[in-house]
């Protein structure tokens, strides 16, 4: 079955420790994204990744990082969390450039808390 | 920079009856691609339908359809025949066709629709 699998599904932390949310797809995408999710703002991009050791910042970069040494994995490093970045995270993937038929696939969400 | 504009934060429909969500978005691109998607209770993001800006017919997947009017920079989603499984949060959703190598969506902020039975 294709999918986008993310870990931690939930995850209460504290200020200052850090963590990472791994996102992992079974579909040989080119094409990796983090969003998060906050009420009032919808989705906001994070990082994205185009391939293999290419990554690049979104919208709301400050606080995180990324890696994508392997094509299937896509993790998100919060090295010191803070409670601003209590929210909801999405991970999505996609072949690039695909024109019309491409889509995007989400993962089911991480919901993270900081305390 | 693109933004999306829902305007309803909430709507709610009787069970079988018709109900549009309203999408505007800004954009000075000619090129790009529409989406709707739905957030149920789940909170999985879920495609609804896609339009491709290029395409004058407005497209339609069983009782969703959407009313693209590319001039006035209008996206609006038309649900037919509601059911209780409808509800959620819907999001419509902006992708550049010339934005190479992101393949970023950019969201509104979301109509919750509640169905009445």
């Known amino acids: 079955e294709a999918q986008v699998t993310q870990n931690p599904r939930y995850l209460i932390t504290v200020t200052g420790k850090k963590l990472t949310v791994t996102c992992s797809q079974n579909?040989?995408?080119?094409?990796m994204s983090w969003y998060r999710q906050d009420p009032g703002l919808g989705l906001r991009q994070i990082y994205y990744s185009m391939n293999v050791e290419v990554t690049d910042k979104g919208d709301v970069p400050e606080g995180y990082k990324v890696s994508r040494k392997e094509k299937r994995n896509f993790p998100l490093i919060l090295e010191s969390p803070s409670p601003n970045q209590t929210s909801l995270y999405f991970c999505a993937s996609s072949l690039l450039a695909s024109g019309e038929q491409e889509t995007q696939y989400f993962g089911p969400g991480t919901r993270l808390l900081v305390l | 920079a693109q933004t999306v504009t829902q305007s309803q934060p909430e709507m709610s429909v009787q069970e079988a009856e018709t109900v549009t969500l309203s999408c505007t978005y800004d954009t000075s691109e000619s090129d790009y691609y529409l989406f709707w998607y739905k957030q149920p209770p789940s909170r999985q993001m879920i495609l609804v339908i896609r339009q491709e800006a290029y395409k004058q017919q407005n497209a339609t997947e069983n009782r969703f359809s959407v009313n693209f009017q590319k001039a006035a920079k209008s996206f609006s989603l038309k649900i037919s025949d509601s059911q209780l499984g409808d509800a959620a949060m819907y999001f419509c959703?902006?992708?550049?066709?010339?934005?190479?190598?992101?393949?970023?969506?950019?969201f509104g902020t979301g109509t919750r629709l509640t169905i009445i039975p």
């Open positions: 959703a902006y992708r550049s066709e010339t934005n190479f190598g992101n393949e970023k969506l950019t």
């Open positions: 579909m040989n995408h080119e094409y």
